[in-house]
């Protein structure tokens, strides 16, 4: 399994399975706070807010802390201001990694998230060092058990999808963002649950990882990006086999 849509996979179980809560809502409301002050409180006129206002209700973000951030970023609760950093580094065994991060204090982020990378035998690289190596691309999955996959491909090639590829128990659709609303509208007007959705940056080409010892290692890392408060969305171009990572698990 690539290495994008493994990571969706993987960060999907840990949002729904930890109690992380109230982590996961605070980095939605900057992303709402950064879409609003940027292209105004009308979600039907933003689409980088509706498309923040999805996934905060897809975590289950109450309606007045949706509504609060979206005041926050047109300056109704007082300014807020957050900057919109990408970084750029390797993980063991060459894996390219970005990190999207939304900080009010970039002289405390850059060293945190260098320190993480170091941590975990990886490094911190310089603009552009890899962001060549990734397409932003609508993502979606769906769980091989909700429909047949001739019924999936169709849907999807009719709704404009670039691409659906059969993993060991998801189908993963890529589609230009441009498509992206449409995509999942129609899905959802098929009661078709998505596993994951949102617009990523997947790779072009992916690293094989067999190690188990090089596979642990980029996992921590990637869960500690996460876990950072100020980090947003982290991508990779690694793939773990499915035996590797039933043992790392």
């Known amino acids: 399994m690539s290495g ?3 990571w969706a996979g993987i960060k999907y179980k840990k949002a729904i399975n930890d109690a992380r809560r109230g982590k996961i809502w605070s980095k939605l409301a900057r992303m709402i706070i950064v879409a609003s002050k940027a292209g ?3 979600p039907a006129a933003n689409l980088s807010l509706r498309y923040a206002i999805d996934k905060a209700k897809s975590a289950n973000m109450p ?3 949706i509504e609060k951030a979206i005041k926050r970023g047109t ?3 007082g300014a807020a201001n957050f900057e919109e950093v990408l970084y750029e580094g390797y993980a063991p065994g060459g894996v390219a990694i ?6 009010d204090n970039r002289n405390r982020t850059t060293p945190e998230i260098k320190r993480l990378f170091e941590r975990h035998s990886g490094s911190l690289g310089t603009s552009g060092c890899v962001n060549w190596m990734f397409s932003k691309k609508g993502l979606i999955t769906v ?3 909700e429909v047949g996959e001739e019924e999936l491909l169709e ?3 009719n709704a404009r999808a670039d691409d659906m590829q059969t993993m060991t128990d998801v189908y993963e659709i890529t589609c230009e963002p441009s498509a992206y609303e449409k995509l999942k509208e129609v899905l959802k007007e098929k009661e078709i649950p998505t596993q994951v959705a949102e617009i990523s940056m997947v790779p072009q080409s992916t690293i094989a990882v067999n190690d188990e010892r090089t596979a ?3 996992i921590s890392l990637m869960e500690e990006f996460e876990d950072h408060d100020d980090v947003q969305n982290t991508y990779a171009n690694f793939d773990i086999p499915d035996e590797v990572m039933a043992r790392i698990s």
Do not use: P, Q, R
């Open 4 to 6: 994008h849509s493994h």
């Open 40 to 42: 105004g409180g009308d």
């Open 63 to 65: 309606k007045d802390t």
């Open 75 to 77: 300056g109704e609760l």
């Open 98 to 103: 970005m990190v999207e991060a939304l900080t």
């Open 143 to 145: 769980n091989s058990d």
């Open 155 to 157: 849907i999807a090639m």
């Open 216 to 218: 642990k290692k980029i």
